[in-house]
């Protein structure tokens, strides 16, 4: 039976990619910040271990349940948007989204990707395309773009170090979401964009370096 970890299993995108991995008969691995939230993991059929990202702790004491698994998929999904103004940062505004969307990356990558050797997996983050350097188009929400364009910084060095080892590294867009973060007026439900991930990390061939791509496969520039 394939196996996938999913970061951030809660809601939206990750509470869809939970769902649709079990209707395939996958064993799924998933996390969740809140209790509630694991027993209803657990409810659907996943292994659910409580996290907060922001934990260093919590991420240490992840890795010590985890060790000697064997993954076929691991996707970090957990994320915050952070400020919706784009004036002057707050330091508990900055803290509070790099230590998310970076500093939870930086800590966790490196702890999952050698459970994915083996089955020579796939390992996903959940980015954007406002993190591109290359295809940037406009400023708004500089804090957010700031902290997916680090998050994809780190996924490149874990490829660098994991990819010649067997493992796909993968930045995702997953598209302009109908979820709390990309609001009721979005292109897309959760269900369609984890559908879209899922088929894409299955049919994307493996490499040494990390591709950016869109949730449909697409490439991105980083």
Known sequence: MPAVLIIGASRGIGHQLVQQYLADGWRV??????????????????????????DVEACAGLGWKLD????????????????????????????????????????????IAPLLIKARGKLAVLSSRMGSLSERGSASGSLYRASKAALNSVLIDTALTFGPKGVGCIAFHPGWVRTDMGGAGADLEPADSAAGIRKTIASTPHSDTARYLNYDGQSIGW
Do not use: S
């Open 68 to 111: 000697d698994e064997r993954l076929d998929v691991a996707i970090l999904n957990a994320g915050v948007y952070g400020p919706r103004h784009d004036g002057f940062p707050t330091t508990v505004e900055f803290d509070g989204v790099m230590h998310t969307n970076v500093l939870a990356a930086m800590r966790l990558l490196p702890m």
């Open 29 to 54: 691995i998933a996390t969740a910040r809140q209790p509630a939230d694991c027993a209803t993991l657990r409810t659907l059929g996943a292994e659910a271990h409580q996290l907060d990202v922001t």
